[in-house]
């Protein structure tokens, strides 16, 4: 998982999380919590961008190089097939999901697809599916930390110069650290 991948990762995360803490209420509507919100759609998304990435590599298999311009083609077919299972699993929980959130379930798997599949096409299936699956895992995780992080700044003392998205940066970025020493320990690597 290079750095670029690691960024997009940080920073669906962080249009995430804002989203949600931004989040309007309705009248009479009670309001869950942005942890619980957080979780849900993190789950959500890493479900939808999954099945975008084997939807789009199985009709890749079926229909193979069928010519063209594959520097246009590919990214429109993953943007496409994401496209299309976060829509559909939208159709299935859009009764549970709030409006602002259903943006976010349409564009994040889209978003998440584009920068971790077209970096990684140019290597063979299994290094392929062991990256990618590694780097959603890694995106998934990362997120249900950082959303018990925040829940529990909630009641902390923080100075206001820090509060908001500083702060959101610096727990990505402790979290990050962290998550590199594992991959020291593992893969005889820092970053």
């Given at each position: 998982?290079?750095?670029?991948?690691?960024?997009?990762?940080?920073?669906?995360?962080?249009?995430?999380?804002?989203?949600?803490?931004?989040?309007?209420?309705?009248?009479?509507?009670?309001?869950?919590?942005?942890?619980?919100?957080?979780?849900?759609?993190?789950?959500?998304?890493?479900?939808?961008?999954?099945?975008?990435?084997?939807?789009?590599?199985?009709?890749?298999?079926?229909?193979?190089?069928?010519?063209?311009?594959?520097?246009?083609?590919?990214?429109?077919?993953?943007?496409?097939?994401?496209?299309?299972?976060?829509?559909?699993?939208?159709?299935?929980?859009?009764?549970?999901?709030?409006?602002?959130?259903?943006?976010c379930l349409l564009l994040m798997p889209m978003l998440l697809n584009l920068a971790l599949v077209l970096g990684l096409l140019s290597e063979?299936?299994?290094?392929?599916?062991?990256?990618?699956?590694?780097?959603?895992?890694?995106?998934?995780?990362?997120?249900?930390?950082?959303?018990?992080?925040?829940?529990?700044?909630?009641?902390?003392?923080?100075?206001?110069?820090?509060?908001?998205?500083?702060?959101?940066?610096?727990?990505?970025?402790?979290?990050?650290?962290?998550?590199?020493?594992?991959?020291?320990?593992?893969?005889?690597?820092?970053?």
């Amino acid at each position: 998982m290079n750095l670029t991948m690691r960024l997009v990762c940080f920073f669906t995360i962080l249009l995430l999380q804002s989203v949600i803490t931004n989040m309007p209420v309705k009248i009479g509507q009670t309001k869950t919590t942005p942890f619980s919100s957080q979780v849900q759609l993190t789950c959500l998304i890493t479900s939808a961008t999954l099945g975008g990435t084997a939807l789009f590599w199985g009709i890749d298999l079926i229909f193979g190089n069928t010519g063209g311009n594959k520097v246009v083609l590919l990214p429109f077919l993953v943007g496409l097939m994401s496209f299309v299972v976060s829509f559909s699993v939208l159709l299935l929980v859009k009764k549970r999901l709030a409006r602002a959130l259903q943006s976010c379930l349409l564009l994040m798997p889209m978003l998440l697809n584009l920068a971790l599949v077209l970096g990684l096409l140019s290597e063979g299936k299994s290094e392929f599916w062991y990256t990618y699956l590694f780097s959603l895992l890694f995106f998934f995780v990362v997120s249900l930390f950082s959303a018990g992080i925040l829940e529990r700044l909630k009641i902390a003392p923080i100075p206001p110069l820090l509060q908001g998205f500083p702060i959101q940066l610096t727990v990505l970025m402790l979290i990050f650290l962290s998550l590199s020493f594992f991959k020291g320990v593992f893969f005889d690597e820092l970053f």
